[in-house]
């Protein structure tokens, strides 16, 4: 809008029904933006039912959060907001990298996913400082999504595991390693490291499965949760005693981890209550 700094932008929410700021700006603040301003608007349509038009001022740290508007970072963005307010996705710090790296909120799901895993390893680092760690190094984020991706995406090279995946994988991983020589202190380098070889310790994953929606059009519930399974053997950092295979599970409603110690494995994941019951 005319006088606007270059960075700030309005976001314009449409809904039936009342919301509440505090259910609201969260959501912003997890995506590295600082809400300038709010201009709620109530129609009342011919049915009765009220209408409610929120209309916000967001402000980025730079100009160059949007410099990728051109490129699809509109379309991220709202689809971000979407997937937080429909259960998709949690919001928190992570959000920040769809702005930061140019990341769909799927790629952040990943990414998450990952960081989550590492908690429940018994990783000595906290989410936040984990979630600031790749804010702070954007690019090497990117490179994590593409290391990934790389050896799970379906899509790339036909779904063969051969040799050209092979060599690919290899190529990204030397970039990151590179790209470790400019981060900022040592426990940023382990952290990265540690993202690195749970992606590369990952034998499977469901994450690239996109089933269509139900005749509602709803979004099976399954495709919320997030399954990889890891040889924790190629993991550096683990606790002993290390099982043959981990199956780790996460979703925005639930996380647990399955160790299997054999080929062949009774039980499965068991549902506790308790917030802090992790491996």
């Known amino acids: 809008m005319p ?36 201009r709620p608007y109530e129609l009342t349509p011919s049915d009765g039912s009220p209408v409610f038009i929120y209309d916000f001022g967001l402000r980025a740290r730079s100009e160059k959060a949007w410099s990728n508007s051109q490129d699809g970072m509109r379309q991220r963005f709202q689809e971000t907001l979407q997937a937080v307010w429909g259960g998709l996705a949690e919001s928190d710090g992570f959000n920040a990298l769809v702005l930061s790296a140019g990341l769909t909120w799927r790629q952040v799901v990943m990414l998450r996913t990952v960081a989550k895993y590492q908690r429940q390893a018994g990783t000595p680092f906290t989410q936040t400082y984990i979630t600031s760690t790749l804010r702070e190094n954007p690019h090497i984020a990117c490179l994590l999504v593409e290391l990934f991706e790389t050896r799970f995406d379906p899509e790339r090279f036909d779904g063969v595991a051969g040799p050209e995946r092979a060599a690919a994988e290899e190529d990204v991983t030397a970039r990151i390693l590179a790209a470790l020589d400019e981060v900022a202190s040592l426990d940023h380098d382990r952290i990265v490291r540690a993202f690195l070889g749970v992606i590369l310790g990952t034998l499977r994953t469901n994450f690239f499965q996109d089933p269509p ?58 549902w506790s209550d308790r917030m802090e019951d992790f491996r």
């Open 3 to 38: 006088g606007e700094a270059p960075n700030e932008r309005r976001i314009k929410l449409y809904r039936r029904g009342a919301v509440t700021l505090t259910a609201l700006l969260p959501t912003f603040t997890d995506m590295g933006l600082e809400v300038t301003d709010e």
């Open 213 to 270: 929606p139900d005749e509602h059009g709803h979004t099976p519930e399954f495709t919320r949760t997030v399954c990889f399974k890891i040889d924790p053997h190629a993991v550096p950092g683990l606790p002993a005693p290390l099982p043959m295979f981990e199956i780790w599970v996460y979703s925005p409603r639930v996380e647990g981890v399955h160790l299997r110690f054999g080929k062949v494995a009774r039980g499965g994941l068991r």
